[in-house]
């Protein structure tokens, strides 16, 4: 059960935008409208940032907007701040009815 | 509020078993699926389970099919991980979530350390 793609580290300055993609198949990212996004910093558990590709929860900031074009998943953070670091990972429903992670993106806002 | 609450983790020597533990709160327990999910130190996250709100549905990872059982108790609200067979790469912590296709809800998580 491979894992979904990501980079493993992304950077930007304050107030700029990043893009943190996520790559996976046509039986995962693909073949469903269940990626979601998560931000974790160190020593925390998880937080849901995007679910269902574009969706954000409640109390989540609007800087943070997720996308997909095929295969691939998009997260971009607008605006960045230096609470926006972090370690980010993705996760989509696979068929057979499994889950599956990204290898996680380490965010650091110069 | 919701919260999840997760215990048992500790240190177990190969081959040993172990079982965690989820308290759940603040939502109807029974109508939700559940998964565990481990992140092994310094590493990512990692799927390793699910059961339905009835118990009926369950999945593994390959990674752990064949020596870790999840069960539920929603009379209890709880949910648990039994893990036999235990490996030096069974070393991570382990969490908790709601599952709603996405994990909305996570504990704080268990530290689980498989060493002689």
């Known amino acids: 059960q491979s894992a979904l793609t990501q980079p493993a580290s992304v950077s930007g300055s304050p107030g700029q935008s990043i893009t943190i993609s996520c790559t996976g198949t046509?039986?995962?990212?693909?073949?469903?409208?269940?990626v979601s996004w998560y931000q974790q910093h160190p020593d925390k558990a998880p937080k849901l940032m995007i679910y269902?590709?574009?969706n954000r929860p409640s109390g989540v900031s609007n800087r943070f907007s997720g996308s997909k074009s095929g295969n691939t998943a998009s997260l971009t953070i607008s605006g960045l701040q230096a609470e926006d670091e972090a370690d980010y990972y993705c996760?989509?429903?696979?068929?057979?009815?499994?889950?599956?992670f990204g290898g996680g993106t380490k965010l650091t806002v110069l | 509020q919701v919260q999840l609450m997760e215990s048992g983790g500790g240190l177990v020597e190969p081959g040993g078993s172990l079982r965690l533990s989820c308290a759940a709160s603040g939502f109807t327990f029974s109508d939700y699926y559940m998964s565990w999910i481990r992140q092994a130190p310094g590493k990512g996250l990692e799927w390793i389970s699910y059961?339905?709100?009835?118990?009926?549905?369950?999945y593994y990872a390959d990674s752990v099919r064949g020596r870790f059982t999840v069960s539920r108790d929603n009379a209890q609200n709880s949910l648990y991980l039994q893990m036999n067979s235990l490996r030096a790469e069974d070393t991570a912590v382990y969490y908790c979530?709601?599952?709603?296709?996405?994990?909305?809800?996570w504990g704080q998580g268990t530290l689980v350390t498989v060493s002689s």
């Open positions: 269902e590709v574009t």
């Open positions: 046509s039986s995962d990212v693909g073949g469903y409208n269940f």
């Open positions: 979530a709601r599952d709603l296709s996405y994990f909305d809800y």
């Open positions: 996760s989509s429903y696979r068929t057979s009815s499994t889950r599956v």
């Open positions: 059961i339905s709100g009835s118990g009926s549905r369950i």
